[in-house]
């Protein structure tokens, strides 16, 4: 089966229990979804594979019941059942080699990563397991209208801040809405990603998250992992008197085209950073890499593959623990 040109879209449900403290790990059980999405390319060479998998993640929608927030030190995830997804991570490995992506980390990239001063993640598809935006739509019922402007968004082919704002325009979430929407949807922390950011933090690196999702979203996020709210760059909602939906703060770098990378700068110069490291999955996070701000791109595909981010990445990973073991050694 030939996915040239394909975007693999790879979610991974996990239901999991509370974290018990910082010296227990949180019972977890877990099952993968696998979802191939046809690219806007090449997609017709993954139609059977995508139905199939499209049907096997409508069975497994129910194991969405992940209260992943850990309590960082100590706390540790696992997930039980790999067994559905590695095929499909072989294959989209297969697809990325075949490209010219590299899978392996340079002598260079590997000394780079292990001195550098601090990491900073994308959050919706790398340091969680999902679009929070699209989560919010399809709770509001603008799943589908919403989902197309993210992926023209992650694309590239649409200014960011029109993307933004034309999601928010059809979502018009209330304060209460969104109130309502955290309630009943835990964060999807990515497998791997709270003992990699132990990991770091051990090592005297600062974490940071970069994101163009929204503060209400991403605060609980890092603030169960220890990471200073101080060190989240994301968009903020704004609300009128009657918390009705009024706009978004255009002042936050990730509000526009190239924020990121503008938030990477500023992380740089006020912290002093000699070296920084960015790892996301969209080409929004891969233009943090430039003068002035990231030093290394570490491309991610655990939730979704795409083949234009896999090849500009100074390293791609299918896995967390990946980062998390090039590190450790
Ligand atoms: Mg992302």
């Not at 397991?129 to 989560?135: H, M, T, V």
């Not at 509001?140 to 694309?155: F, N, S, W």
């Amino acid at each position: 089966m030939a996915l040239t040109g394909a975007s693999v879209l790879l979610s991974s449900s996990i239901a999991s229990g509370q974290a018990t403290g910082s010296s227990q790990a949180p019972r977890q059980s877990a099952q993968q979804q696998l979802r191939i999405a046809a690219a806007s390319s090449g997609g017709s060479s993954a139609t059977r594979c995508q139905r199939r998998a499209e049907a096997r993640q409508q069975q497994q929608q129910k194991a969405w019941r992940c209260s992943s927030v850990v309590d960082g030190a100590g706390a540790s995830m696992t997930v039980d059942n790999e067994s559905d997804a590695a095929p499909v991570v072989a294959h989209a490995g297969e697809v990325a080699r075949a490209a010219g992506v590299r899978l392996d980390p340079s002598p260079e990239l590997l000394q780079l990563i292990r001195s550098a001063d601090a990491f900073t993640f994308d959050v919706d598809s790398t340091f969680c397991a999902d679009e929070s935006i699209d989560e919010i739509a399809a709770f509001l019922g603008v799943g589908e209208q919403v989902a197309e402007l993210t992926a023209k968004a992650m694309g590239g082919s649409v200014p960011f801040q029109d993307a933004l704002a034309g999601r928010l325009g059809v979502m018009h979430p209330s304060r209460e809405d969104l109130e309502r929407f955290l309630a009943g949807h835990p964060p999807k922390i990515s497998p791997g990603i709270p003992e990699l950011v132990l990991l770091l933090r051990s090592q005297g690196k600062q974490v940071f998250l970069v994101s163009g999702g929204f503060r209400i979203v991403i605060h609980p996020i890092a603030e169960s992992l220890g990471i200073p709210i101080d060190h989240v760059f994301a968009n903020t909602i704004l609300f009128d008197h009657d918390g009705a939906y009024d706009g978004f703060d255009p002042n936050e770098f990730p509000s526009r085209s190239g924020g990121k990378r503008e938030a990477v700068q500023h992380i740089k110069k006020t912290h002093g950073f000699k070296t920084v490291v960015m790892v996301g999955d969209g080409i929004t996070d891969f233009e943090a890499r430039a003068e002035g701000g990231a030093d290394a791109f570490i491309g991610y595909g655990g939730v979704v593959y795409r083949e234009n981010v896999a090849k500009l990445s100074d390293w791609y990973v299918f896995s967390i623990a990946d980062i998390t073991t090039a590190l450790s050694q």
